[in-house]
């Protein structure tokens, strides 16, 4: 089945330090985009990418960067990572053009934790 | 700015109960409207869009654009619509989505 995958699922980690996740993509799509959900505030997107060559801040892209090494890789990193930055971070993906109609597909989660 | 709106962290109900869950949102342009939902241990997924005009599980949602709301219904909850679910808004040609802040369904028997 083609699915969205997020390494590592779980992570706990101390403040400074930095910090990446991965997302990798099997359905072909070429939009990618990392969201963060914290209790009481839902998903907030951080980047988004529409392929390789393109990158997007979204609205709270503060304190985080992004790669996107291949059209099926997109990776989020936290440089210096702060408690603020604990949270549940999702990866999604979805397709442009006339097949798009705008439905994102979710991978299972990131937990960080930063003590 | 686009803006999503869920007044309810929670909403509980019995089994065989109406639901709606409210959802407004602000944007100046045509959106494009979503409901997503999580289930207990699954990946957030779409439950319907708007243009689709669709009832998926039993629910509908009608967008009204005077209300600027597009809230979710269903005439008889069951006990497996348990779940945390969004309204989410897209500037047309499904650009990023915007998404509210969720509203935690809980159905008890």
């Known amino acids: 089945d083609a699915d969205v995958t997020q390494t590592p699922r779980n992570r706990i980690t101390k403040t400074g330090k930095r910090i990446m996740l991965e997302c990798s993509q099997t359905?072909?799509?070429?939009?990618m985009y990392w969201y963060r959900q914290d209790p009481g505030l839902g998903l907030r997107l951080i980047y988004y990418?529409?392929?390789?060559?393109?990158?997007n801040k979204g609205e709270i892209s503060d304190g985080y960067s992004v790669s996107r090494q291949a059209q099926a890789k997109f990776s989020l990193s936290l440089e210096s990572a702060i408690p603020n930055q604990t949270a549940l971070y999702f990866c999604?993906?979805?397709?442009?053009?006339?097949?798009?109609?705008?439905?994102?597909?979710f991978g299972e989660g990131s937990r960080l934790t930063v003590l | 700015a686009q803006r999503v709106t869920q007044p309810e962290k929670l909403l509980s109900v019995f089994k065989g109960a109406p639901v709606e869950l409210k959802c407004n949102y602000s944007?100046?342009?045509?959106?494009?409207l979503f409901w997503y939902v999580q289930y207990s241990r699954q990946r957030l997924q779409l439950l319907l869009r708007?243009?689709s005009r669709e009832s998926i599980k039993g629910f509908t949602a009608d967008l009204n654009k005077g209300e600027t709301s597009f809230h979710l219904k269903k005439p008889f909850a069951q006990e497996e619509d348990s779940a945390m679910y969004y309204c989410?808004?897209?500037?047309?040609?499904?650009?990023?989505?915007?998404f509210g802040t969720g509203t935690r369904l809980l159905v008890s028997p």
């Open positions: 999604a993906t979805s397709v442009t053009g006339q097949g798009g109609s705008g439905e994102l597909f």
């Open positions: 359905k072909g799509h070429d939009r």
């Open positions: 990418s529409f392929d390789v060559k393109d990158i």
């Open positions: 944007y100046s342009g045509s959106p494009e």
């Open positions: 708007h243009i």
């Open positions: 989410a808004l897209a500037r047309g040609g499904f650009q990023k989505l915007v």
